[in-house]
Structures are given as structure tokens and as C-alpha cells.
């Protein structure tokens, strides 16, 4: 069975400083891995997704996430926050087996002046 | 042009009504999806189509029930409502089932 842990629902950050959004995956295959961002009021947009190949990913915005088999862990890097970062984060697993995405809880991330 | 588009984005409504939700894509994919947002943000599958066939319907009340005319849309229709169903509800369409997942705006359901 698949499933998605992210760690702190709530991650605030101070403008320019690094944000780090965790995410761990447990999956019977080689996974499927993504990230969503949803801001307020609005649908989930990708941020970027991990199927094969390279294990560093760089999505839209900034951001960019590695895939760690050994750690079986998706995290959601940017170098620099800015204000227009602050959205809800979403990491997700495709299971190949029952063809369907399991999402994770949600971080909110918050980014203060 | 919306990938994705959602109508109604608001619904409100009184407990017991009957009402529905439509959802049509544009990008010619073959597999849709509803999913319900709660109030906490998390977001549970409800339903799954590929190609006009039901593939996966999760543990929901018989009260929702899909139905997809053709391969370009997925309505949601829900009897009955109860509170408990005031939530976001998203549509989404991907190229198969194990791609990523497009999504509409969300239709935000307030059952008083």
C-alpha cells in the first residue's frame, strides 16, 4: 500500500531564507512522486514531479525536490522564500498498482516579512 | 482557455437538497477524478474514471453519485446533503492514471 507522511502541517520561514518541506513515501514499486502547491481559494497547481531518471528535481517557482530512495523521502526545497511562496503544500505518490494518487496531509507554509 | 472548469465555484444549500456539480476538461485525457477537501485541508479521493468506466469509488455515501456522459466530463451529483458535506470538492483529469493530475478551481459546498 502506498502512503504519504508530511512533517509539520505548519512551516513558517522569514523572507530569503531557505524553505524545507518534508515529505515521506512508503511504496510496494518504484514510485511516482510530485508536488502540489494551492493557493488560497484556489486549485492545486504542480510544482514539479519525480518519475525516473534524475533523482534532483527543479519545478516551477524556485523550487526543487530529491528523491532519496534509501531515505524514501520527497523534500521540497527553495533557497530564498518570498512572500508570494506562502500556500498550501501538498506532496503526492501515484500508485502504480491501483492507478491512483495518495496525498499527503498539507503543509501550510508561511512567510513572514 | 481553463484546462479544468468547475461549475458551480460556490454552492450553498439546505440540508436535504439534491444538487450537482460539473466538471468538463479540455485537455483530451483519458482519466478524471473527484476529490473531496475538507475543512483541515485533506484531500481523500472519491472517484476515479477512465475512458467513461468507474475504476476506483472509495468508502463514500451512496448519496454521491458520478456520472460521466463522455470522456470530456465528470459530474457529481449528491442527494440528500447533509452538513457533513460542506467542503471543496476538485475535479481533476490526468493523461493516465499514473500522471499527474490537472485540477479544476474547486467548487466550495456549504451545506446550512
Known amino acids: 500500500a502506498q502512503s504519504v507522511t508530511q512533517l509539520g502541517s505548519h512551516v513558517s520561514v522569514s523572507e530569503g531564507a531557505l524553505v524545507l518541506l518534508r515529505c515521506n513515501y512508503s511504496?510496494?514499486?518504484?514510485?511516482?512522486l510530485f508536488w502540489y502547491v494551492q493557493y488560497p481559494n484556489q486549485g492545486l497547481q504542480l510544482l514539479l514531479k519525480?518519475?525516473?531518471?534524475?533523482?534532483l528535481v527543479k519545478g516551477i517557482n524556485g523550487f526543487e525536490a530529491e528523491f532519496k530512495k534509501s531515505e524514501t523521502s520527497f523534500h521540497l526545497t527553495k533557497p530564498s522564500a518570498h512572500m508570494s511562496d506562502a500556500a498550501e503544500y501538498f506532496c503526492?505518490?501515484?500508485?502504480?498498482?491501483?492507478?491512483?494518487?495518495?496525498f499527503g496531509t498539507g503543509t501550510s507554509l508561511t512567510v513572514i516579512p | 482557455d481553463t484546462a479544468v472548469s468547475q461549475t458551480p465555484k460556490y454552492l450553498v444549500t439546505q440540508m436535504g437538497n439534491d444538487k450537482s456539480i460539473k466538471c468538463e476538461q479540455n485537455?483530451?485525457?483519458?482519466?478524471m477524478y473527484w476529490y473531496k477537501q475538507d475543512s483541515k485541508k485533506f484531500l481523500k479521493i472519491m472517484f476515479s474514471?477512465?475512458?467513461?468506466?468507474?475504476?476506483i469509488n472509495e468508502t463514500v455515501p451512496n448519496r454521491f453519485s458520478p456520472k460521466s456522459p463522455d470522456k470530456a466530463h465528470l459530474n457529481l451529483h449528491i442527494n440528500s446533503l447533509e452538513l457533513g458535506d460542506s467542503a471543496v470538492y476538485f475535479c481533476?483529469?490526468?493523461?493516465?492514471?499514473?500522471?499527474?493530475?490537472?485540477f479544476g478551481q474547486g467548487t466550495r459546498l456549504t451545506v446550512v
Open positions: 519525480y518519475t525516473t531518471g534524475a533523482t
Open positions: 485537455l483530451g485525457h483519458d482519466t
Open positions: 481533476a483529469s490526468s493523461p493516465n492514471q499514473q500522471l499527474q493530475a490537472f
Open positions: 474514471y477512465n475512458n467513461k468506466e468507474l475504476i
Open positions: 511504496s510496494s514499486v518504484p514510485p511516482y
Open positions: 503526492a505518490v501515484s500508485d502504480r498498482l491501483r492507478n491512483q494518487f495518495y
